[in-house]
């Protein structure tokens, strides 16, 4: 019940495409949903993240969705560069808990020019 | 722009030796919080601190392990006895409040085990 599972494991877009990646939980007490973006040899960094009092949310290139029901939520990212090569993960955490974040597998995204 | 450090960036040590691996977390910053990742593999939750004590600890974090913030700037992870199974890149992650907006992650320390 702890489990974030992410999909898929790798991605491969085209420059100016669109990126989706798209992660599913089953703890509905989960009530925070951020995403990290990972460059290698790098520590995982705040990307853009979500509350489930929202259906979306959009920062610049960056949309999170979100489908409480369906107990998932995805990344979009718009207009994809090569810069935004990275490995992705999503992540889920507890209000009122500790603060540990439960993240999913990753997936690597290529961005070709 | 603030931001979390680690020493040592790369520490290679034998199987049954003690390791310290070392963070500095922002400064204003006082929950405190250690993930693994073995290569290739997701990000694992080990330990949250807050307060000098221990918030929640995972079932990887057995009693080979053990953290503490000794001098009121730098915080540690200890692992007492290594195992080649230990050998992952650990992230110290730190935060200024609870309210989770963002948990700041450092670069990490690459353990390898031989």
């Known amino acids: 019940q702890q489990q974030v599972k992410q999909s898929p494991q790798s991605l491969i877009v085209q420059k100016g495409g669109i990126s989706i990646i798209n992660c599913a939980y089953e703890n509905t007490a989960f009530d925070y949903f951020p995403w990290y973006q990972q460059f290698p040899g790098k520590g995982p960094a705040l990307l853009i993240a979500i509350r489930p009092d929202v259906s979306e949310k959009k920062e610049g290139r960056f949309t999170i969705s979100f489908n409480k029901s369906a107990k998932q939520f995805s990344l979009h990212i718009m207009d994809s560069q090569p810069g935004d090569s990275a490995t992705y993960f999503c992540?889920?955490?507890?209000?009122?808990?500790?603060?540990?974040?439960?993240f999913g597998q990753g997936t690597t995204l290529q961005v070709k020019p | 722009e603030p931001e979390v450090t680690q020493t040592p960036s790369h520490q290679v040590t034998q199987m049954g030796q003690e390791v310290i691996l070392r963070c500095v977390p922002i400064?204003?910053?006082?929950?405190f919080y250690w993930y693994r990742q073995i290569l290739g593999q997701k990000v694992e939750f080990l330990v949250s601190?807050?307060?000098?004590?221990?918030?929640?600890k995972s079932e990887i974090f057995d009693d080979q392990f053990s953290v503490e913030r000794p001098d009121g700037s730098n915080f540690t992870l200890k692992i007492r006895s290594t195992k080649l199974e230990d050998s992952a890149m650990y992230f110290c992650?730190?935060?200024?409040?609870?309210?989770?907006?963002?948990?700041?992650f450092g670069p990490g320390t690459r353990l390898t085990v031989l």
């Open positions: 992540a889920a955490s507890k209000i009122g808990n500790t603060g540990k974040l439960i």
């Open positions: 992650a730190t935060e200024r409040e609870r309210t989770r907006d963002t948990q700041y």
């Open positions: 601190f807050y307060n000098n004590e221990i918030s929640e």
């Open positions: 400064s204003n910053h006082l929950y």
